[in-house]
């Protein structure tokens, strides 16, 4: 087993210890039990928001505002009254990491432009922030690199980080050749990872590489010069209930994190969209968790591989720690595999050849190396076995399955941000979402399912989404999706009934200039030149808002974000202070009026349709092709475009063809009553790989 260089450990840090001992059980309990009438956050969560509203927010505040006279405010009757503030990034992959990444920028002081448009503080005085899938994967990076700004966190900051390094694809980092020897060592040293996971006695499943994958691109022990060895343990070992030890939250610099998950109910074996019933979990620094009315209860995340029963460890006091790896958290959160294994509706196919036969490769491999249990989910140790029967429907179960946050349908984590007892009064979207299916912009519908799930099932224990447009097509049509809108501009209470949503949409341009940031949630990698460009155009978007029926920049917008931040700080006081003249104006503009919604007409001379920046291979070809269709022939190109039609045709049935070959092959392993997996004991033994010098380090010899 090769040892690694500098203190960097080794990629088999990513097995859990086992066999721990239990914290004295007669003092402390491993879980939390509460009900939505009793309803309360993790006393250390609320400690450390308490010391960062004491400490920390009333100097941001100060900062970003000034003396309030921009706003038409004296902020000095608002001391002690700010508003509390979450933010929410969407899932999404690539994109909607990229997305929320070049979003912070534009809300983030550090940033010169950011702060000369106004925009640049939000991100300072926010207390919470959610992520969930692509969304989880900027907020984990964001945490275990200490903080850092967007440039240097996507970029590398010249000296220890190298930044995401998204030209290197997620699955096969070394082109499309899966025998590469390049990517024979990403994928020896992939497994070793999730092999010695296993040796532990914990049953594993596609989201353990695919975690190892997501930590070489957002965690901080991957350079470009080190990615293909085992000299750094990239990531392995980076555990989310030492998010506390980091010198930026000691400090309380940071929003408290919150990554949401999806479950499965055991033994559903459910391939499609989850409805709206099962439980939604979070996971914090602290604990898993779930406010859900029919759970409502939290596990100790440092012990969360730990098998219970009614709350006592099943082996005595002897308890597991290091289960709640970065990776596996963010991979969790992004673990779409039930769907994407979903052969029957060729969910596959959405994925590049490369990608699809990298990810099923690994599968095979680990399918033929160690114990699995569900192959597509996140594979939990059930904390609340035994728990509330009646109302909790895995209750009953060892495990629980978890999955992709938005395989219900709600892909913004708005849940934890809504939960009574933490009280937000204003919620910032960063909606990178790609509901459209034919363009790729959001539509809403992740606020519309949002809306409806806190409206039935979790009225006792969440606060209510403000008014929004009931449809998609309402979304669009009132052209909300595709510029800043506010929802829950006025409400009828005070307290007010709900908080005040900001929401910040991938949307096209301003300028009219071709979109490049609507891209699929399955594409893996980006060129450096398409992510600058994706980066700075939603820097632009974000710092610029809009200026109806115009193609230029509102010169107030940083003004009315402000305005909209502070605005639920007039309810705390007694008198409530009337809107200022300008922020009435800019509320006039931007907010979401049910009974007079704006129209998209007012949004002139977008762009919708994508258009690739930096093309290659075969979308060069045709950029090419579009580019002097003028010079071609007619009859040319209609024959063109018919043996085109034809080849695709029939690439597509071999790709199908291919596809269903590889998918039953890897099924075929769970019914093979000899596979290797299936005589492991508790106790397994150490195989080796079919190319065991890939484990060890590889060091070039320049």
Request: overall charge negative; some cysteine.
């Amino acid at each position: 087993m090769a040892q690694s260089t500098g203190g960097q450990g080794q990629v088999t840090d990513y097995a859990p210890s086992t066999n721990t001992e239990c914290p004295d059980l007669s003092k402390t309990s491993l879980i939390r039990v509460f009900t939505p009438q009793n309803q309360s956050i993790h006393p250390q969560e609320a400690e450390y928001i308490k010391s960062r509203n004491d400490t920390v927010l009333p100097d941001a505040w100060n900062t970003w505002l000034g003396d309030g006279a921009r706003l038409s405010y004296n902020l000095t009757a608002f001391q002690n009254h700010f508003p509390a503030v979450g933010l929410a990034i969407p899932g999404g992959g690539l994109r909607a990491a990229l997305y929320g990444a070049g979003t912070l920028s534009a809300l983030d002081a550090r940033n010169d432009s950011s702060k000369a448009a106004g925009t640049g503080g939000l991100l300072q005085v926010a207390s919470y922030m959610s992520g969930l899938s692509g969304g989880s994967w900027v907020t984990g990076s964001l945490y275990f690199n200490n903080w850092p700004t967007i440039q240097d966190l996507v970029y590398g900051d010249g000296q220890d980080r190298d930044g995401w390094l998204l030209d290197l694809p997620f699955v096969t980092p070394d082109g499309d050749n899966l025998f590469s020897e390049l990517n024979q060592y990403f994928f020896g040293s992939i497994l070793w990872s999730v092999e010695a996971k296993a040796y532990k006695g914990i049953d594993t499943s596609l989201t353990d590489p695919w975690a190892r994958m997501i930590s070489y691109h957002f965690l901080n022990q991957t350079t470009r010069k080190d990615f293909f060895t085992n000299d750094t343990a990239h990531g392995a070992g980076q555990l989310w209930s030492k998010i506390p030890d980091i010198p930026a939250y000691q400090q309380h610099q940071t929003p408290f994190p919150i990554i949401v998950a999806n479950s499965r109910p055991v033994g559903s074996n459910i391939t499609t969209a989850l409805d709206a019933k099962p439980i939604v979990y979070e996971i914090t620094p602290l604990e898993l968790a779930s406010y859900d009315p029919d759970l409502s209860a939290g596990m100790n995340l440092t012990y969360a591989g730990t098998h219970l029963s009614n709350g006592k460890p099943e082996n005595g006091s002897a308890c597991v720690t290091g289960f709640d790896q970065a990776g596996f958290i963010m991979g969790t959160s992004a673990s779409l595999f039930n769907q994407i294994l979903d052969f029957a509706h060729n969910k596959i196919s959405q994925l590049s050849k490369s990608d699809s036969d990298g990810l099923l490769y690994v599968l095979s491999r680990e399918l033929s190396a160690v114990r699995s249990r569900a192959d597509d989910v996140a594979n939990w140790p059930n904390p609340f076995n035994g728990l509330k029967p009646e109302t909790f429907e895995d209750s009953d179960k060892t495990w629980l399955e978890l999955l992709d946050g938005s395989s219900n349908q709600e892909n913004v984590p708005y849940g934890p941000l809504f939960v009574r007892s933490r009280a937000l009064d204003v919620i910032v979207t960063l909606e990178g979402s790609a509901d459209d299916p034919i363009n790729g912009w959001p539509n809403g519908s992740s606020l519309i399912f949002t809306a409806k799930r806190q409206s039935t099932l979790l009225r006792p224990s969440h606060q209510q989404f403000p008014p929004i447009p009931q449809t998609p097509e309402a979304f669009i049509e009132a052209g909300v999706n595709a510029r800043p809108t506010f929802f829950g501009c006025d409400p009828t209470m005070n307290p007010p009934e709900y908080p005040l949503v900001i929401y910040l949409p991938n949307s096209p341009p301003i300028s009219g200039a071709d979109p490049v940031t609507n891209t699929p949630t399955f594409k893996l990698s980006y060129t450096p030149k398409h992510m600058t460009l994706f980066l700075d155009q939603v820097h632009s978007n974000t710092i610029s808002g809009f200026t109806p029926n115009a193609n230029t920049a509102d010169p107030n917008w940083g003004i009315c974000l402000q305005c909209a931040t502070l605005d639920r700080a007039r309810y705390k006081l007694n008198p409530v202070v009337s809107r200022s003249a300008i922020c009435s104006q800019c509320f006039q503009q931007y907010c979401y009026d049910p009974q007079h919604p704006t129209n998209k007409v007012e949004l002139p001379n977008r762009k919708l349709t994508f258009v690739d920046p930096d093309p290659q291979g075969l979308t060069r070809l045709e950029g090419f092709l579009g580019q002097n269709k003028f010079k071609l022939i007619g009859g040319l190109a209609g024959f063109v475009a018919f043996l085109g039609i034809m080849i695709a045709g029939l690439l597509w049935w071999k790709k199908r063809k291919d596809k269903q070959t590889q998918y039953q092959r890897v099924q075929s392993f769970h019914g093979d009553s000899t596979a290797p997996w299936k005589s492991y004991s508790d106790h397994i033994h150490h195989e080796s790989y079919e190319l065991p010098n890939h484990r060890g380090s590889r060091i070039s010899s320049s």
